[in-house]
T-cell receptor, first 111, second 116 residues
Framework: DAKTTQPPSMDCAEGRAANLPCNHSTISGNEYVYWYRQIHSQGPQYIIHGLKNNETNEMASLIITEDRKSSTLILPHATLRDTAVYYCIVRSGGSNYKLTFGKGTLLTVNP | GAVVSQHPSWVICKSGTSVKIECRSLDFQATTMFWYRQFPKQSLMLMATSNEGSKATYEQGVEKDKFLINHASLTLSTLTVTSAHPEDSSFYIC????????????FGSGTQLSVL
């Protein structure tokens, strides 16, 4: 699976949009981009995933560049409860469902 | 969304004893379950992949005789840490893949193991 690069930490003001970048320049055509987050001392929580097109759900939006070498997770109105480590993961399609976690980005939402 | 229940949430044991951690998918059948370990301030590290009814596949460097994994049914997988030592103290997390709609993995809430 392709490697991902994320900034180690980011800050965001409560109520503002949080934009979390991820680089995956070696991604191949059948690899998906997944985002999970982990609040302290809990298991990871699925946020969103995509292949080529931008995706939106009740939690967030995922913007994937046309060349697919990078993506951005957008939390439209961050709250204090969104403070967590956010992981961008690239996973190949097919039957291999292993997720390899990198170091992620610690997002701190400030009041 | 799908729920994965992990039990116990925390456990303290004496060195040399064995500890069993259960992972259950409550509202779906999980053909594949994964076990992760996480040390403080580090990321999750995949330990093994288990498929229902077959032997688990361990990642490189993970001792299969020490970390026994059983996936006897489509809703239950167990991880047994045998002869635990203080260096096994860690946060253990399971995840499960719904067989029919398996684009996502769902994670348990984790088990904090402390070996004295």
């Amino acid at each position: 699976d392709a490697k991902t690069t994320q900034p180690p930490s980011m800050d965001c003001a409560e109520g503002r949009a949080a934009n979390l970048p991820c680089n995956h320049s070696t991604i191949s055509g059948n690899e998906y981009v997944y985002w999970y987050r982990q609040i302290h001392s809990q298991g990871p929580q699925y946020i969103i995933h995509g292949l080529k097109n931008n995706e939106t759900n009740e939690m967030a939006s995922l913007i994937i560049t046309e060349d697919r070498k990078s993506s951005t997770l957008i939390l439209p109105h961050a709250t204090l409860r969104d403070t967590a480590v956010y992981y961008c993961i690239v996973r190949s399609g097919g039957s291999n469902y292993k997720l390899t976690f990198g170091k992620g980005t610690l997002l701190t939402v400030n009041p | 969304g799908a729920v994965v229940s992990q039990h116990p949430s925390w456990v303290i044991c004496k060195s040399g004893t064995s500890v069993k951690i259960e992972c259950r998918s409550l509202d779906f059948q999980a053909t594949t379950m994964f076990w992760y370990r996480q040390f403080p301030k580090q990321s999750l590290m995949l330990m093994a992949t288990s498929n229902e009814g077959s032997k688990a596949t361990y990642e490189q460097g993970v001792e299969k005789d020490k970390f026994l994994i059983n996936h006897a049914s489509l809703t239950l997988s167990t991880l047994t840490v045998t002869s635990a030592h203080p260096e096994d103290s860690s946060f253990y997390i399971c995840s499960a893949r719904p067989g029919a709609i398996g684009e996502k993995l769902f994670f348990g809430s984790g088990t904090q193991l402390s070996v004295l």
